[in-house]
């Protein structure tokens, strides 16, 4: 028999080498940088929802009704005052609707537990009963003799209304016609003579507010007008991207100075209606001299008495 062949004597002792394959590099890590990104975005994306679900709560709350309050304070006055404005505010995203209507401050009304007087003494009686009581007593009022529920309130004085102005940078208003008013009340209740001069004007804090509470040079229902008039500036102005970054400096004012029970879907509501009609599609109305009858009270209080047949027909159309 044959014997296999063997190695050489030099290799016979030698260990056997057996290939092994060369395992791939491992892979780097990215789970680290995938969870810092997913850290890095997570407030954004919870601020986004919390945005997004009050701007969601906002469309599909319906319509809602702001009375505005414009207080008659002076620089260092406390205490009760009357409202030199009052404006009915509606705003419906979904329709869409942004409307205004003024009421004037002599119209003589039904105030709950005061009896007759007039609109603007609302506020003043309500703070008189208790503190901060103003505005309710107010919204109640309008509410009780005008029809339609008012659910929010918003409460700003002569400051404020300057303040917020000139943190917007001002606002530009055409003038219809040239006023002079001789007898414009001063904060120290003394008078001045004004002039506004006709056409287009480019207003600060201070003369927006001249403009909106003159009436000596026609009346209350012509005050009414420019008060919307100011109202509907401000709208166009916050909607002009110029403006937007002085928005910041316009929310601190209204903080320091309004007083409000708005909440922030409230604010949403109002933010999406107004974009979505426009500066033009923001509806003005005025219950005016067609709506009212002239009336001297026992205690001689020249005052409106309201003609609630057409003045309620008006609301209806709004509302």
């Known amino acids: 028999m044959m014997l296999p062949p063997q190695p050489p004597p030099y290799q016979r002792h030698l260990p056997t080498v057996i290939s092994q394959p060369v395992p791939p590099p491992r892979p780097r890590r990215q789970g680290y940088w995938l969870i810092g990104c997913f850290l890095a975005i997570l407030p954004v994306m919870i601020v986004a929802g919390i945005v997004g679900g009050i701007f969601l709560a906002a469309w599909l709350s319906g319509r809602l009704n702001v009375l505005v309050l414009g207080l008659d304070h002076r620089p260092g006055e406390t205490g009760p005052a009357r409202t030199d404005t009052l404006i009915l505010a509606t705003f419906n995203p979904r329709q869409p609707q942004a409307a205004l209507l003024s009421i004037p401050r002599d119209l003589w009304v039904d105030i709950p537990g005061?009896?007759?007087?007039?609109?603007?003494?609302?506020?003043?009686?309500?703070?008189?009963?208790?503190?901060?009581?103003?505005?309710?007593?107010?919204?109640?009022?309008?509410?009780?003799?005008?029809?339609?529920?008012?659910?929010?309130?918003?409460?700003?004085?002569?400051?404020?209304?300057?303040?917020?102005?000139?943190?917007?940078?001002?606002?530009?208003?055409?003038?219809?016609?040239?006023i002079v008013d001789e007898r414009y009340p001063t904060p120290d209740y003394g008078t001045?003579?004004?002039?506004?001069?006709?056409?287009?004007?480019?207003?600060?804090?201070?003369?927006?507010?001249?403009?909106?509470?003159?009436?000596?040079?026609?009346?209350?229902?012509?005050?009414?007008?420019?008060?919307?008039?100011?109202?509907?500036?401000?709208?166009?102005?916050v909607l002009q991207p110029g403006?937007?970054?002085?928005?910041p400096a316009a929310w601190a004012a209204a903080r320091s100075y309004f007083t409000t029970d708005l909440n922030e879907v409230d604010f949403a509501t109002v933010l999406l209606a107004v974009m979505r009609v426009g500066p033009e599609g923001l509806q003005s109305y005025t219950i005016n001299q067609d709506m009212t009858v002239p009336f001297t009270t026992d205690s001689g209080a020249q005052v409106l008495l309201p003609r609630w047949e057409v003045i309620l027909a008006l609301v209806g159309e709004i509302f």
């Open 114 to 178: 005061q009896g007759s007087n007039r609109i603007n003494t609302a506020n003043y009686f309500g703070d008189l009963m208790q503190p901060g009581y103003g505005p309710e007593l107010a919204r109640q009022t309008v509410q009780n003799n005008f029809g339609p529920a008012v659910h929010r309130y918003v409460l700003v004085d002569f400051a404020g209304f300057v303040a917020l102005v000139d943190a917007l940078g001002g606002i530009d208003v055409t003038v219809p016609e040239t």
């Open 192 to 237: 001045m003579t004004i002039v506004i001069p006709a056409g287009p004007q480019h207003m600060d804090g201070a003369t927006a507010l001249i403009y909106a509470r003159t009436r000596h040079n026609d009346s209350d229902f012509g005050r009414s007008q420019r008060q919307q008039q100011i109202l509907r500036a401000l709208v166009v102005r």
């Open 243 to 247: 403006a937007w970054p002085r928005l």
